[in-house]
């Protein structure tokens, strides 16, 4: 049994692992049509700077 629970903590800190690369990856690399090609962090960038 505790390997059993072992392997499944494994395999959600793997899962974890993998979807906040994902979401870096959204956020920081991967550009948005919608957005004129920038990344959700760009926009935010930019229209947090234009607001100062």
């Known amino acids: 049994m505790r390997e059993l629970l072992e392997?499944?903590?494994a395999?959600?800190?793997a899962a974890r692992d993998q979807a906040d690369?994902?979401?870096e990856q959204?956020?920081?690399h991967r550009p948005h049509g919608?957005?004129?090609g920038q990344t959700?962090?760009?926009r935010?960038?930019?229209k947090t700077?234009?607001?100062v």
């Open 34 to 36: 919608a957005r004129g």
């Open 11 to 13: 395999r959600q800190v």
């Open 40 to 42: 959700p962090y760009e």
């Open 49 to 51: 700077e234009t607001q």
């Open 26 to 28: 959204i956020a920081f």
């Open 44 to 46: 935010l960038k930019q």
């Open 21 to 23: 690369q994902l979401r």
């Open 7 to 9: 392997k499944i903590e």
